[in-house]
């Protein structure tokens, strides 16, 4: 019994010493393969945009997996840097669809930036990034590129990022992008999105100029647009499927199968979900008109639920804009800032102008919005969107949505409309 005793406390010693070597810098080449054969496990298990992208993107996950395992065997030892830029490289096939990618040192900068404000309320995705490996392994990368390019870390507020102008008596702000490296650069712009429109408060319509944003922080338009509203409350109703697996179930905060409704601070989701197989008729679960569903995006996908979500606006402004709101997006138009014209759409506060179909990887579901997982020996995190998100047509919105107006040229639309008096 001795022997075994000790046998087991051996193994048990060695063991640690290889998981923790991560944590004392060692990664050798096998560690490597190791790490990408668990990313690509996870994001077969928990991703539901597998299939998509293989279609729409005309790739192949076979292929991709192989010729990247190939590169990774030629990176020698401790080698973070390469390591990183190879993985980095092969999710870009995916596009960004879905969120596939891997989380920057920029990116884990700022939810560590997050966790110092709220650390009572803090998600299991946000924990990730004070993970111990996480931080070793970042803070390694961030000085390595910072020695390689001054300006690494990019300060926001040195951007004007939201801009007036007037034609006629017509407002158009021009918001370039939702992007943030600090709690306190999400304030400044948020503030400055409240100046902007309380001079825009009695114009008869307001115009958002959205084309070209790339995303970032949703916060920044809930906080700095709609409480200028005037309403206490806003709802809309949204359909999405996910792959219902372990880790899935563990990162949301809700039992989607089981939880009828979910409060998170000022938002409260009504929650109702089916069991997605063969039988499942969607078509009576969702209404008609699905021409745009494609059914094989969605195969390996095992649960259909419908989110109704109520938003109370607890801080609105004492002030009102009165205007009709016109939101111009097109294809570049990306993740918050596409999210910001699909919940202005679907709760009927904004008309969207644009091409026939605008935006790309946006809508509205459960949180997390964007959940991750950390690769257990680099300490690197890969990120996805746990939620395929349905619109009306029963289209995914991570390939975008439809336009209320066709029309791609803001003076154009502006002169049609009369909005815009030629001096």
């Known amino acids: ?69 190939e590169k990774l065997k030629t990176i020698k030892n401790d080698d973070i840097e390469s390591f990183y830029s190879v993985l980095k490289e092969c999710l870009e096939k995916f596009q960004f ?16 930036d997050i966790a110092k404000y709220d650390e009572k309320n803090m998600t299991l995705h946000t924990q990730l990034f004070l993970d111990k490996r996480v931080k070793k392994t970042y803070s390694k990368l961030y000085n390595l590129f910072k020695n390689k390019q001054n300006n690494f870390k990019y300060n926001y507020l040195n951007e004007k990022k939201i801009i007036l102008d007037w034609y006629g008596d017509t407002p158009v702000i ?55 509203l005037g309403y206490s409350e806003i709802s809309l109703e949204s359909f999405s499927v996910c792959k219902n697996s372990l880790y899935n179930q563990i990162m949301c905060p809700i039992n989607i199968k089981e939880d009828k409704e979910y409060i998170s601070g000022d938002v409260t989701y009504d929650i ?21 569903l494609v059914q094989e995006d969605i195969k390996k996908c095992d649960l259909l639920f419908r989110t109704q979500y109520c938003l109370k606006i607890y801080n609105p402004c004492s002030w009102r804009l009165k205007g009709k709101i016109w939101i111009f997006m097109d294809e570049r138009t990306a ?40 690769l257990p020996r680099s300490g690197i995190i890969i990120q996805y969107s746990p939620y395929y998100i349905f619109n009306s047509d029963g289209s995914c919105t991570e390939l975008g ?3 209320d107006i066709i029309e791609n040229d803001l003076r154009m639309w502006l002169w049609k409309e009369g909005k815009w008096m030629l001096k």
């Open 1 to 69: 019994m001795k022997k075994y005793a000790i046998l087991v406390t051996i193994c048990a010693v060695i063991l640690l010493l290889y998981i923790d070597n991560g944590l004392k810098g060692h990664l050798d080449n096998k560690m490597m393969i190791e790490d990408y054969n668990y990313m690509w496990k996870m994001l077969e298990e928990n991703s539901p945009f597998i299939e998509l992208a293989e279609r729409k993107l005309e790739i192949r996950r076979e292929s991709i997996y192989s010729d990247y395992k």
């Open 97 to 112: 669809l879905g969120h596939i990618s891997v989380v920057d040192p920029e990116t884990v900068l700022f939810y560590q």
């Open 174 to 228: 021009t918001i370039k992008s939702f992007a943030t490296n600090s709690v306190l650069e999400a304030e400044y712009m948020v503030e400055s999105l409240l100046e902007c429109l309380e001079q825009c408060k009695d114009s008869e319509d307001i115009i958002f100029d959205l084309r070209g944003n790339p995303g970032g922080n949703s916060a920044i338009w809930k906080n700095g647009i709609l409480p200028c």
């Open 272 to 292: 109702e979900s089916w069991d997605l197989d063969t039988d499942t008729n969607i078509h009576s679960i969702m209404g008609p008109g699905l021409s745009g």
């Open 335 to 374: 993740s918050s800032a596409m999210d910001m014209g699909w919940f202005f759409q679907k709760a009927g506060l904004a008309s969207i102008v644009g091409n026939q179909r605008v935006g790309f990887i946006g809508g509205f579901s459960l949180p997390p919005v964007v959940s991750g997982f950390i």
């Open 401 to 403: 949505m439809k336009s």
